[in-house]
């Protein structure tokens, strides 16, 4: 739930600047302004893969809430990272499929985009910056001592 909550934290971190000036740009009637909006949104939304790969290896926060960071990761995944995009993409066009069965199947061809996306931007970032390799120590679970 903690690190749910610490992803979303950061999905609307990087999201809000879009929604405000969008939502902004609507209120006053600015175009530009919306223009604006869906141009923050979707850089948001790019960035995102920037910091989920390297933040489920090491549960570290900061990981989440730096969008520069983020962002430069992205730039250095290369045309890795944008194949990754189409695959994702391609299997969200995919699960809609899963309406066809009483809206149901929906269910798991959903579960199934996700872990698509999520294995193909962790495929790119763990490869672009040597994840695998890196020494990275998970925290010890706790030992119960029953003595």
């Known amino acids: 739930m903690r690190h749910g909550l610490i992803t979303l934290a950061g999905m609307i971190e ?7 000036c969008g939502a902004l740009g609507l209120k006053w009637g600015m175009p530009w302004l919306q223009g604006v ?3 923050l ?22 990981e989440v809430f730096d969008p520069f960071r983020a962002m430069r990761r992205v730039i250095e995944g290369g045309s890795a990272y944008w194949h990754a995009w189409l695959i994702a993409l ?31 931007f962790a495929t790119v970032f763990t490869q672009a ?10 925290p010890r679970p706790a030992v119960i001592d029953r003595t």
């Open 14 to 20: 990087y999201h809000l600047p879009g929604m405000i």
């Open 37 to 39: 909006g869906i141009i």
């Open 41 to 62: 949104w979707i850089m948001a939304t790019l960035a995102v893969p920037g910091y989920m790969s390297h933040y489920c290896y090491t549960l570290n926060p900061r």
């Open 90 to 120: 391609a299997a969200l066009a995919l699960s809609f499929t899963g309406l066809a069965v009483f809206g149901l199947g929906f269910l798991i061809t959903s579960v199934w985009f996700w872990q698509v996306a999520g294995f193909s």
């Open 129 to 138: 910056h040597h994840l695998n390799a890196m020494s990275y120590k998970a």
